[in-house]
C-alpha cells in the first residue's frame, strides 16, 4: 500500500483542521489503519486507529473527544478531523497501514508496514 497525507497548516488554537491520506495498490480493505504524529525531540506518538471496515475506532489519550478517525474503503482514503486544536498538537502526522486479516487496532508504530510522507500540523496560541 502506497499512502500519501495532506490538509496540514498553520491554524490557531481552537480551530478545526481535516487530515485526509489516500491510498494505493493492494486491497485497501484489508488494512488495519492508523495515524501518528512526531514533534521535535519527540517519540512518534499514536494519535488514532481504526479497523478495516471501520466498525472500531482508537484514541490516543491526549486527542479522544477532540479528534474522529474515519474511513472511505470505497474511494480509499482514511480521514482524520480534528477539532479543538492545541499548541501541543503540533507535529508531523503520518498516516499507516499494516495489511491483515485481524480485527484488532495496532497502536504501536513499530505493528504497521505502511507509511505516507507525513504533513505538518501547527498550532499556534
Known amino acids: 500500500v502506497q499512502l500519501q497525507a495532506s490538509g496540514g497548516g498553520l491554524v490557531q488554537a481552537g480551530d478545526s483542521l481535516r487530515l485526509s491520506c489516500a491510498a494505493s495498490g493492494r486491497a485497501f480493505s484489508s488494512t488495519v489503519m492508523g495515524w501518528f504524529r512526531q514533534a521535535p525531540g519527540k517519540e512518534r506518538e499514536f494519535v488514532a486507529g481504526?479497523?478495516?471496515?471501520?466498525?472500531?475506532?482508537d484514541y490516543g489519550d491526549s486527542v479522544k473527544g477532540r479528534f474522529t478517525i474515519s474511513r472511505n474503503n470505497a474511494k480509499n482514503t482514511m480521514s482524520l478531523e480534528m477539532n479543538s486544536l492545541k499548541p501541543e498538537d503540533t507535529a508531523v502526522y503520518y498516516c499507516?497501514?499494516?495489511?491483515?486479516?485481524?480485527?484488532?487496532?495496532?497502536?504501536?508504530?513499530?505493528?504497521?508496514?505502511?507509511w505516507g510522507q507525513g504533513t505538518q500540523v501547527t498550532v499556534s496560541s
Open positions: 481504526i479497523t478495516r471496515n471501520g466498525d472500531q475506532t
Open positions: 499507516a497501514a499494516r495489511p491483515t486479516y485481524s480485527t484488532a487496532i495496532y497502536r504501536s508504530s513499530r505493528q504497521y508496514e505502511n
